[in-house]
Nanobody
Framework: VQLVESGGGLVQAGGSLGLSCAAS????????MGWYRQAPGKQRELVAH???????NYADSVKGRFTISRDNAKNTVYLQMNSLDPEDTAVYYC????????????WGQGTQVTVSS
């Protein structure tokens, strides 16, 4: 399984950015796709994830500002980020996981999001 991310970049505080992540390969249809982020000196943390059934969960820090969505036909997950804050600066990683007797966990290469004040 391969995850290819796009989007990200540099934006001023209060601005918006969109990320997308396309998965390819042998993927079990019942899965969870999501976004994690890691800021310098900090642990990787969950931003949001969404099940193949469309159920989404968000970190408290991004609720009301970020929206996760997915296109199952394209095996693609999106993250729309609004009202960005410098605290959102991090490398954002796409994640895909599913469970068939064993939990399979896949990661994208990461994309930098930088929010300037």
């Amino acid at each position: 399984v391969q995850l290819v991310e796009s989007g990200g970049g540099l934006v001023q505080a209060g601005g918006s950015l969109g990320l997308s992540c396309a998965a390819s390969g042998s993927i079990f249809s019942i899965n969870v796709m999501g976004w994690y982020r890691q800021a310098p000196g900090k642990q990787r943390e969950l931003v949001a994830h969404i099940t193949s059934g469309g159920s989404a969960n968000y970190a408290d820090s991004v609720k009301g500002r970020f929206t996760i969505s997915r296109d199952n036909a394209k095996n693609t997950v999106y993250l729309q980020m609004n009202s960005l804050d410098p605290e959102d600066t991090a490398v954002y990683y796409c994640n895909l996981r599913y469970h068939i007797s064993y939990t399979y966990n896949f990661w994208g290469q990461g994309t930098q999001v930088t929010v300037s004040s």
